[in-house]
């Protein structure tokens, strides 16, 4: 595994953090065997964690990267078993963003798996928007994705672009709350640390998007907060033609996210086991 820096970065060249001999035996029986599912993936990542502390350099379908296994779910689900996370939705989410001029939100973008899966993917002059306010996700997302441009994976006229805050039913200020690991944070009235806060329609008009092609959205049971406004109030031609929504902390909305989709003509696609898929 070969040592490269990030230009303007002060992270240790990516390699630093190459995994040894058993790390790497037990991300390649993870990867590779059955050993990588259920209670066996979680004695492979006890034996990752005892010989190997702090983040990972690997590579993940190809592309380098620096995971954060510990920390963080996604990610470690990305070092560990990379097939099976979530490949029908990013099957999909790639097909979509394969034509030129593309745009892409990703909402609770954690640390970038979905965006930079849509930036590899993407056509010539597309779009990517990050929306995440913790901002040490948001350096991991940036990272990473000078790791992929310096190996000529994102085309140079796709960018990712960054909004540092939440979505929410109001522009203003909201709290991150803590809930254990890092993608399961979520927004309160009054616990945590203060982050702005955008409607999805403020937001699309900052960035000046006048069409979506896809949207993902995972905020831990917030995503009725941020998407019944902006589907009472969108023009058609607004609407993303293939939504991503995670429904895990669906019990925690007050109004039917589905339902209110589909009233502006959605229908669902594919329901996994994270995600509901809805297309026009």
């Given amino acids: 595994m070969a040592l490269f820096g990030v230009e303007g970065s002060n992270q240790p060249p990516w390699g630093a953090y190459r995994p040894g001999a058993l790390a790497s035996l037990a991300i390649l029986a993870s990867r590779h065997t059955l050993l990588g599912r259920g209670s066996g993936r979680r004695a492979l990542f006890r034996l990752l964690e005892a010989t190997h502390r702090g983040p990972v350099d690997v590579r993940v379908n190809g592309c380098p990267m620096r995971l954060h296994p510990a920390k963080n779910v996604s990610e470690r689900k990305a070092l560990l078993r ?62 990473n994705e000078q790791l992929a441009r310096s190996e000529g994976l994102i085309a140079p006229t796709t ?42 329609l403020s937001l699309a008009g900052d960035f000046r998007l006048e069409r979506i092609t896809a949207l993902k959205i995972d905020i831990e049971g917030h995503e009725d907060r941020a998407l019944v406004p902006f589907f009472a109030a969108a023009d058609d031609k607004l609407l993303p033609n293939l939504i991503i929504m995670e429904h895990g902390s669906s019990h925690l909305w007050q109004t039917d996210c589905v339902s209110v989709c589909e009233a502006r003509g959605y229908r669902v696609n594919t329901r996994t086991r994270n995600n509901i898929i809805l297309t026009l």
């Fill in 82 to 143: 990379p097939d099976r996370h979530d490949p029908v939705e990013k099957s999909m989410l790639r097909r979509a963003m394969s034509k030129p001029a593309s745009i892409f939100v990703d909402i609770g973008a954690n640390a970038g798996i979905y965006s930079l899966e849509a930036a590899i993917a993407a056509g010539e002059g597309s779009r990517i928007i990050a929306v995440e306010p913790n901002t040490e996700l948001i350096g991991r997302l940036k990272f």
């Fill in 159 to 200: 960018s990712i672009e960054i909004y540092s805050g939440a979505i929410s039913d109001r522009n203003g200020e909201a709290f991150l709350a803590e809930a254990g690991a890092e993608g399961s944070r979520y927004l309160s009235d009054h616990d945590g640390a203060p982050v702005p806060t955008k409607t999805l």
